[in-house]
Nanobody, 127 residues
């Protein structure tokens, strides 16, 4: 059974940092592009960051550009998302996702480009 399991969420004050992790099991995603998305109450799921299957290309939403870093460890089948200078508007459930693996160089922003999803981890930032 393929699973993506997120961890590292929690409650922090504005200005703080969090490191979210996503562990894959059931198969290797070493050639799949991986992404982080988030969904706040009453809002659509939105793109946060992505890293290509090759690991050489990354992309960030404007809202986290300069504050977030996505990384992957293929030996551990994990991806991480470090977010610094957290703001109350970063409050959301954060989801890890894997794309189909058709391209090892491309990074995708659309939800529809991802085939596998985790259950999410809550991040709450208080002012």
């Amino acid at each position: 059974q393929v699973q993506l399991v997120e961890s590292g969420g929690g409650s922090v004050q504005a200005g703080g940092s969090l490191r979210l992790s996503c562990a894959a099991s059931g198969r290797t995603f070493s050639n799949n592009g991986m992404g982080w998305f988030r969904q706040a109450p009453g809002k659509e799921r939105e793109f946060v960051a992505a890293i290509s299957g090759s690991g050489t290309n990354t992309d960030y939403a404007d809202s986290v550009e300069g504050r977030a870093t996505i990384s992957r460890d293929k030996t551990k089948n994990t991806i991480d998302l470090q977010i610094n200078s957290l703001k109350p508007e970063d409050t959301a459930v954060y989801y890890c996702a894997a794309d189909s693996g058709r391209s090892t160089w491309t990074v995708f922003r659309r939800v529809s480009n991802y085939d596998y999803w985790g259950q999410g981890t809550q991040v709450t930032v208080s002012s």
